[in-house]
């Protein structure tokens, strides 16, 4: 509450910057979530998809590991090798980016082209996975997006970058990756308010036809009871 007072004391001027440097500082702290791990069950034949939100030249890492149910332990044990999972990418425009056959345990990844809500899909491969017909499979999903997907000690070993020289090009990776963020907001408003002018122009071509369909049988009754009177010679 009194970081909102101090807010409206200050100048307008000064009000701009500071509303910069808040908004900069939530898309850090929204980046700092875009690392997501869970896990989920599934069945012989069952099929997996999330949604996920990525902007345009965006590399996606997922690293995922299966479980399968033993009954006799009455636990979760590492699949045997000849399970696999297969795994699906879709842009928003439904085009696959990705269709692969992986193992029990495996990592892919994409890059995005396109912005806006991507579908990654997951089954088990089912010709071998038959062969545990009636089990349930738990799988371990860890996507990253963004600069959160590269490896930065791998990175500082192969091009021999000291800390401050490593830290400075996460510094750089992650301003780029904000402006990636922004520019993706932005192309969602401006999708929003194409979708709001076109909903209301709809309505209101819409609103004019019920009011033209209005006036026209309305000149129809009034013409029909002038010919019915006409007919009955009542007027």
Same mark, same amino acid.
């Given at each position: ?12 001027? +000064? ?35 999330? !949604? ?5 030249? $965006? ?18 044990? #590492?699949? $045997? #090798? ?9 842009? #928003?425009?439904?085009?696959? !980016?990705?269709?692969?056959? /992986? ?5 892919? $990844? ?13 089954? =088990? ?7 545990? +017909? ?17 490896? /930065?000690?791998? !990175? ?5 970058? =000291? *800390? ?19 520019? /993706?907001?932005? @192309?969602? *408003? *401006?999708?929003?308010?194409? $979708? ?9 071509? @819409? ?12 000149? @129809? ?5 002038? =010919? ?8």
């Amino acid at each position: 509450m009194a970081a909102e007072q101090g807010v409206r004391v200050v100048g307008p001027g +000064a009000g701009a910057g500071l509303g910069k440097v808040v908004r900069a500082l939530l898309l850090l702290l929204y980046f700092a979530a875009r690392s997501s791990a869970l896990y989920f069950h599934i069945g012989e034949t069952e099929k997996k998809c999330f !949604i996920e939100e990525i902007p345009d030249e $965006t590399m996606v890492i997922g690293n995922y590991r299966t479980q399968l149910y033993d009954k006799q332990r009455e636990e979760y044990q #590492p699949a $045997t #090798p000849g399970l696999g999972m297969f795994v699906e990418v879709k842009d #928003p425009e439904d085009k696959v !980016i990705l269709a692969r056959q /992986y193992g029990s345990e495996g990592r892919f $990844t994409f890059t995005s082209h396109t912005p806006g809500e991507h579908q990654i899909c997951l089954h =088990s491969n089912s010709t071998k996975f038959s062969l545990f +017909a009636g089990g349930m499979l738990r799988v371990h999903l860890d996507i990253q997006v963004g600069e959160h997907a590269n490896d /930065y000690a791998e !990175i500082a070993a192969k091009d021999k970058l =000291s *800390e401050l020289q490593l830290r400075v090009r996460q510094l750089v990776e992650q301003v780029e990756q904000i402006q990636k963020e922004q520019n /993706y907001q932005r @192309w969602r *408003e *401006e999708r929003f308010r194409q $979708t709001s002018e076109s909903t209301n122009q709809r309505v209101l071509w @819409w609103s004019i036809l019920q009011t033209l369909i209005l006036v026209a049988i309305g000149v @129809w009754q009034m013409r029909h009871l002038k =010919s019915f009177f006409e007919a009955k010679k009542l007027v």
